[in-house]
């Protein structure tokens, strides 16, 4: 099972020295070499392996001009050759948009392999330097001792914030958790982040509209700076450290939320939501961005995988809202503003959210029990359903 750990790094004014140095050249050596992949395309319309860069970054370390490229571990500019050799590859499959130039501001980040580090005792040596560099430790269960990292990647946010991710691959799978027999489907939201299939709702925390005033005063201080100067930098740190603000406490609430989900759940539904498409709504793209629906279903993925649940994606098309889940009723339309309606077959009354996460709910039951694969992650062939004994045709779905 591969895992990471990310650990907050403390280093030394010379280990950061080091690491800065260490930053500059990997963005020299991205951007010379995606502008070299560019130019060489253009003039002769081919493209360019791994092995042809690597080949350039040799010629650029003997050229004369870049002999300080020699001053850092030549391990962190390989692997930058390989991360952008993969960006392209995720680019050409359409799984990625293409490769851009780096800046020196934002985010700055080194990966370091096992010919460029040491692991001993759980403490980490990097190459080019002679002393250990200081971490914090934030899992009591887990003997740092005890692991054996393949890579570390260090880096830097824009807050000046400084982190080590060190991968890892266990041997040993997690013990599933003990089954408990309840099931739950989730329609997420804006209002309310999430309402199960029992009424239980969650309350959207609205992270980034309570630092909004913040964020703005900040910026417009940060606009009235001279660019290039220190108090614009100061400026830039502190809207940075506001939007750290946010991207933590919302990390938090989306793990807290979705581990104990799947603690208390065997079976979890949701729906494929199309969150790319939904943004381009000027009015709401900011409230669904604060939301962060795309990586809350990465973490029940990982999370349920990994402790023995099971997760169940149903179609985004699905018409889980406008469908009565007493009788199987499925209005014509429904329009947003509709937050309760009364089923014109059985005369239910329906809070719009807790009827979509009951019918979300009877979907990902059904699909579990034909077999079906709907999930658009998973295999690129789908397996179809089971065949069932022929039943009367009946709009919706049946009643559980």
Known sequence: MHTAYKVRVYPTPEQAAVLNRTFGCVRLVWNTVLAW???????????TSYAQTDRYLTELKRDGGHDFLYEVSSVPLQQALRHQHTAFVNFFAGRAKYPRFKSRHGRQSATYTRSAFRWRDG???LAKMDDPIEFVWSWPETDPATINPTTVTVSRDSDGRWYASLAVEEATESEPLPAGGASAGIDLGVTDFAVLSTGQKVANPCHLDRK?????????RMARKQPGSNNRAKARAKVARAHTKVRDARADFLHRTSTRLVRDHDLIVIEDLNVKG???????????SDCGWGEF??????????YGRRLVVIDRWYPSSKTCSACGHLLAELCLSARHWSCPGCGAWHDRDVNAAKNILAAGR???????????QGSSLRRSAV??????VRVGIPRL
């Open 366 to 376: 059904a699909v579990s029990a034909c077999g079906a694969d709907v999930s658009p």
């Open 278 to 288: 939904m943004v381009r709504n000027r009015r709401l793209a900011r409230a669904i």
């Open 37 to 47: 992949r560019q130019a060489r395309y253009r003039a002769e319309g081919v493209a």
């Open 297 to 306: 279903r990465r973490q029940l993925e990982y999370k349920t995988q990994r």
């Open 212 to 220: 909004a005033r913040n964020l703005a005063r900040y910026q417009r």
């Open 123 to 125: 403490r980490l040596h």
């Open 387 to 392: 065949k069932q004994e022929a039943q009367p």
